[in-house]
């Protein structure tokens, strides 16, 4: 069973700034399968970026993924406002058939 | 438009059941399959089951395997989760989520559509 394990638990960052989350898996994986997904208080998620590094249709660029093997990264540019959220990584698997990471709660600092 | 609406969620007492539905709108849905997702509240989100486009593969979590059943009717657009035995610990939001799928020279897998979820509290 592959853990996605996700880090920091909560970072806190002003608008303007870089943000970089991590997600690491218990095992190898194939970047075809990792996904990262952001949610906001109240609302369903929304998928951000699949297969590691390809942009959702209306994601704005300023949103990128990468990373292989067992890491993992999203990676916000500058920070919006609207981009604090939780922020949860998946993975497309066998047994389970689908695992989340524990996500990353962004904070405004 | 992509849209998927649960309903038939509620508070229902330990060991009770219950029986969530989405509807789909706005794609074909007998080609995708189709998942729920839960989230407790203040927790994450934990995969619940997937059913592909024909019913023929069908996969549950460990924590609801004999208690829930996944089911889809294709005529009627719409995704079941049939809830057995309940435990409180199965009180969450639950979300149905269409798996998006594209190839190239692999395969990639992802849930790129979601309903607003639908609320279930099992609590005595």
């Known amino acids: 069973e592959i853990v996605l394990t996700q880090s920091p638990g909560t970072l806190s960052l002003s608008p303007g700034e870089r943000a970089t989350l991590s997600c690491r898996a218990s095992q190898s994986v194939s970047s075809s399968f990792l996904a990262w997904y952001q949610q906001k208080p109240g609302q369903a998620p929304r998928l951000l970026i699949y297969g590691a590094s390809s942009r959702a249709t209306g994601i704005p660029d300023r949103f990128s993924g990468s990373g292989s093997g067992t890491d993992f990264t999203l990676t916000i540019s500058r920070l919006e406002p609207e981009d604090f959220a939780v922020y949860y990584c998946q993975h497309y698997g066998s047994s389970p058939h689908y695992t989340f990471g524990q996500g990353t709660k962004l904070e405004i600092k | 438009e992509v849209q998927l609406v649960e309903s038939g969620g509620g508070l229902v007492q330990p060991g009770d059941s219950l029986r969530l539905s989405c509807a ?66 199965d009180t969450a939001v639950y979300y149905c989520a269409r798996e998006g799928y594209y190839y190239d020279s692999r395969a990639y897998y992802y849930f790129d559509y979601w309903g607003q979820g639908t609320l279930v509290t099992v609590s005595s």
Do not use: C, H
């Open chain 2, 24 to 89: 789909a709108s706005g794609f074909t849905f007998s080609s995708y399959s189709m998942n729920w997702v839960r989230q407790a509240p203040g927790k994450g989100l934990e995969w619940v089951s997937y059913i592909s486009s024909s019913s023929s593969t069908i996969y549950y979590a460990d924590s609801v395997k004999g208690r829930f059943t996944i089911s889809r009717d294709n005529a009627k657009n719409s995704l079941y989760l049939q809830m057995n035995s309940l435990r409180t610990e």
